[in-house]
Each structure stands twice: as structure tokens, then as C-alpha cells.
């Protein structure tokens, strides 16, 4: 459960022991209704109900709670939304001054939540360099450090004790995971999932929506590939290429990326709204939309596999979206083209 890369050190194990007592030891949930759909028994990690609404307070949490202890007295962050508001989130529970580098377009329940937790917000630009930029700037000049949302290694630990806990679960459940499932932004998700599955036997795949699909080319090309993200409504995992160390973590022991589209997406959203009566963000239902993409090629779903864990990644959704996803429309289980070895 643990790697050093360089000489970093990424310890899953050991960020789940700090963490115990710390976070949410979230449900894992399960419908008849799903695993039909997928020919196979589906089990997600409901993440969406972890402090701060994703699990991205693992990673935050583990990483400020260290910073702190150094003798810290602030911290810096950037991101889409939910690694800001968990790192807003993580610096009041320790005494630390806050501040988070938004996208300008940013969700503004995202913005709201980020503030209310007691964080100054700064909007920067649209994409992640402009907002790394603007981050290291305020790093420079307060000297606080930041805490990265993709390549820090607490950060990828601590997302990891998410993936640990359902394969703990699904193991004293007596029903031990064949396959686990993780949606991918930067990275640090699916590369702590890796780390939590080593030597387990279990496959472990990344799901990136439509033409944001930077592991799944990074993979096909041995190198990190940056990408023009593709516009989605999983704005969560839309960042303009795949972390370092991540892509260290995971290039030689992912078993594939599943592609999936926003209508899959969507069909997802409805799924776990409807048969677990939770609300999950986009960004946290493509877990599943790449769960039920895999289900519908024999070879890789149906038959061979008979428990998949999907991590239910976060559930801070806008107002307004999540009118529109409720929309009902036919759910409609794809074929696997999607999938990137």
C-alpha cells in the first residue's frame, strides 16, 4: 500500500491510520436495479457524503494536518472546487489561514462553499496553468505552502483510503472486489486506488469523460500528454493533463481508462438519485457511467467479473445543473470501445 517514487513516499496504509477518527468512514451502497443493468454486483463508496461533500477531504485533511504540525501557519491551494473547499475545510479544523485559486467560471456553489469554510477565494483565468501560476505567486509571497491537488503525495494518500476502505468492505462482506473503478481529474484518485489494491489481485481502471482524456493518451503514449479539455458537465475532471507522480503511480499497474460521454454521465447522475435517493456531482456518477460502459463487453464485464467497487468521488453539484440532469431519458448500457488499455 505504499510506493516511493523519487523519493517521494506515497503510504496509503499509513494516511488511513492518521485519518481514522478524522473523516467519515462513508457507506457502501448497492441496488438490485444496478447490478442488473451491469451483469454484475456493483458496490460504491459513497464518498459524496464524506466532510465536505467529496473525498477530497482525505487527501486535504492528511496533508494540512502535517503542514500544521511543521509549524505551519497557511496553506495554498488550487482547483476546480472540491480539493479548494476540502483544503478550506481542513486549514480551520487546524488554525490555518486559507487561500484558494478558483477558475473564473467555477461553480459558484463551489465558490460559496470554499468561502463559507473560511478560505479567500482568488479567480483565476480558466485553465490550470493560470491557476498554478496565481498559486505560486501567492505561495511566494506569504510563504505558505501549497498543497497541490494532484502531486502531492499526502493528497494522493489520503484519496486512497477511500478505494482502501470499500476493498476492506467488500472483503468482510465475503464478497472480495475483481475490479475497482475510479473517475480521474488529475490523477491522485486513481493512483491512491492503485496503490490500495496492490497485490490484491484486483484490476483497477480510470474513468476521464470525452476528449478529457489526458491518463488515457499519456498511457498510449508512455509520456504525460496534455489535452484542450473538451467541454462536460463533469467539471471536476477537466484538468489539462495528468499529475507527475500520479502518472508515475499508475503507468505500469492501471488496467485501462474507460471513456464515457456526457449522456452516460447523466444517465449515471439519475441512477444514483433514484435507487439510493443521494446526490452524487457529475464528476463523482462517471465512476459508475464507466462502471456500466465496461459491463457491456463480455470479455471485460459480464461473466468474468463479479464484483466491481466504484468510488462515488464527490456530490457538490450546482442548482441549476442538477435541474437539467434530472431530467429522465432511456438508461443505456454502451459496448466497451471506450476503453483504453
Not at 510563504?143 to 476502505?165: F, K, M, N, R, W
Not at 499497474?253 to 441512477?271: K, P, T, Y
Request: proline share 5%.
Amino acid at each position: 500500500m505504499s510506493r516511493t517514487v523519487g523519493r517521494v513516499r506515497v503510504d496509503v496504509g499509513e494516511a488511513a491510520d492518521w485519518l481514522a477518527g478524522r473523516v467519515v468512514r462513508t457507506p457502501v451502497l448497492r441496488s438490485p436495479v444496478i447490478d442488473d443493468l451491469a451483469g454484475a454486483r456493483i458496490l460504491l463508496k459513497a464518498e459524496n457524503l464524506q466532510n465536505g461533500g467529496s473525498y477530497k477531504m482525505r487527501g486535504a485533511l492528511r496533508a494540512v494536518g502535517r503542514l500544521a504540525a511543521d509549524g505551519h501557519s497557511g496553506v495554498i491551494a488550487q482547483s476546480t472546487g472540491n480539493h479548494a473547499i476540502a483544503v478550506a475545510l481542513a486549514a480551520r479544523e487546524h488554525g490555518l489561514a486559507a487561500t484558494v485559486v478558483l477558475p473564473v467560471d467555477a461553480a459558484p456553489t463551489k465558490v460559496d462553499r470554499a468561502r463559507v469554510a473560511g478560505a479567500r477565494v482568488v479567480l483565476a483565468g480558466t485553465d490550470v496553468q493560470e491557476r498554478v501560476a496565481t498559486a505560486d505567486k501567492l505561495s511566494d509571497e506569504t510563504g505558505h505552502p501549497v498543497v497541490d491537488a494532484y502531486d502531492h503525495p499526502d493528497v494522493i494518500a489520503g484519496q486512497g483510503t477511500a478505494s482502501l476502505e470499500l476493498i476492506e468492505e467488500a472483503e468482510r462482506a465475503g464478497t472480495p472486489l475483481d475490479a475497482l473503478v475510479v473517475p480521474v481529474g488529475g490523477g491522485g484518485g486513481v493512483a491512491g486506488a492503485c496503490l490500495a489494491a496492490a497485490g490484491k489481485g484486483i484490476e483497477v481502471y480510470g474513468v476521464e469523460p470525452m476528449g478529457c482524456d489526458s491518463l488515457a493518451r499519456s498511457l498510449a503514449a508512455g509520456e504525460r500528454v496534455p489535452v484542450a479539455p473538451a467541454p462536460t458537465i463533469a467539471d471536476g475532471l477537466r484538468p489539462t493533463c495528468v499529475g507527475e507522480l500520479p502518472f508515475a503511480i499508475v503507468r505500469d499497474v492501471l488496467r485501462g481508462v474507460v471513456r464515457v460521454d456526457d449522456d452516460e454521465i447523466s444517465a449515471a447522475f439519475r441512477l444514483i438519485l433514484m435507487e439510493f435517493r443521494v446526490l452524487a456531482e457529475p464528476s463523482g456518477a462517471a465512476g459508475l457511467a464507466g462502471a456500466l460502459r465496461l459491463s457491456g463487453d463480455a470479455g471485460v464485464g459480464r461473466g468474468r467479473r463479479r464484483t466491481v467497487g466504484v468510488v462515488l468521488t464527490g456530490g457538490n453539484v450546482e442548482a441549476s445543473l442538477l435541474a437539467r440532469l434530472v431530467v429522465q431519458r432511456p438508461i443505456v448500457v454502451t459496448a466497451a470501445e471506450g476503453v483504453a488499455a
